[in-house]
Nanobody, 115 residues
Framework: QVQVVESGGGLVQAGGSLRLSCAASGSILIINDMGWYRQAPGKQRELVATITRGGRTNFADSVKGRFTISRDNAKNTVYLQMNSLKPEDTAVYYC?????????WGQGTQVTVSS
């Protein structure tokens, strides 16, 4: 079993920054892809950014140039640095970790951007 825990959400003004962290623990074996997804009220969950174990990244068009993703393989931790935040970035942000057994999700952390 793999546990995934996010931290770092909160309330920020438009134009501000936040850094989310996510740690995977438990019977991890090898964590392959890690990533961040978000779900705004009344909307479907969507991809924000992913990163492979080797460091290859993928971003949603809406966050390119504003968000960066990084990971520490030794700590099974992934980070999401969010800059130039907009009100439309308001959502619950979920972390996901993948190993050969499947995908594991955190409980989510709220990010609220005020205008």
């Amino acid at each position: 079993q793999v546990q995934v825990v996010e931290s770092g959400g909160g309330l920020v003004q438009a134009g501000g920054s936040l850094r989310l962290s996510c740690a995977a623990s438990g019977s991890i074996l090898i964590i392959n892809d890690m990533g961040w997804y978000r779900q705004a009220p009344g909307k479907q969950r969507e991809l924000v950014a992913t990163i492979t174990r080797g460091g290859r990244t993928n971003f949603a068009d809406s966050v390119k140039g504003r968000f960066t993703i990084s990971r520490d393989n030794a700590k099974n931790t992934v980070y999401l640095q969010m800059n130039s935040l907009k009100p439309e970035d308001t959502a619950v942000y979920y972390c996901a970790a993948q190993n050969y057994r499947g995908d594991y999700w955190g409980q989510g952390t709220q990010v609220t951007v005020s205008s």
